[in-house]
């Protein structure tokens, strides 16, 4: 299947590392121009160099941008606006927020997660939607938790905003379709990523066992009896985000290995 993706011009946020890092590589694979970011421009240019060698796109590109900060946002849509001329697709991604139940939250910690895991993602999408319709092609492709479709118990920051991202995308979704612009949701089931470490640490000092044994437990709770690789769900990304996508808009998909039971 061709995807259409060679030459097209992609932004995926917070992708130095992790399933944000996983999805730049494959559209650097399918011979996109593809602009990453992160906090530190030490990090993200590493990263960068990593994805040229292992894809053999020499079009991938390093801005430093902190998600929770709207002055960053948009001084990196400009900077690439100005080097491109042009965004075809929007990979929207940020760090998870704060672990923890309701009595362990401060003001400042959901003010925190709003602006990282809910404002951002509206703030990116400000920017690049002049762009998209004014080429009449866009593909946005937010990248969430499967909490979107089943709550995940100590984690109530990440049920709370990114219940709130899909409904957002939602409603954009049924705004934009007519400009040729698709806007969906993935959401992550346990996929093999430092964030999943960090929660079974945490998983296991509450426990009070190893994080070996919580990563078994978890993995004998999946039908597929392991963890996804990031890759396979990267996959998923490219996928929606690409003109092979011409009709699948306002969805919200989990990956998971069959782990969810909710429907």
Known sequence: MDLGLKEKVVVVTASSKGLGKASALEFAKEGAVVIISSRRQESVDATAAELRSESGNDQVHAFACDMSKAEDIKAMFQKVSEQFGRIDVLVNNTGGP???????????????????????????????????????FGRIVN?????????????????????????FAKTLAREVAGDNIMVNTVGPGKISTDRIAELNQAAADRQGITPDEVLKNTEAQIPRGRLGEPAEFARTVVFLASSANSYVTGQSIVVDGGFLKAL
Do not use: H
């Not at 709003?114 to 920017?127: A, G, V």
């Not at 979107?148 to 409904?167: H, P, Q």
């Open 98 to 136: 704060k672990a923890g139940g309701f009595d362990k939250m401060s003001d400042d910690d959901w003010y925190a997660a709003f602006d990282q895991n809910l404002l951002s993602y509206i703030r990116t999408c400000r920017e690049v939607l002049p762009y998209m319709k004014e080429q009449q």
């Open 143 to 167: 990248i969430s938790s499967s909490s979107t479709k089943e709550v995940i118990d100590g984690l109530i920051l990440s049920n709370t905003m990114r219940a709130g991202m899909v409904g």
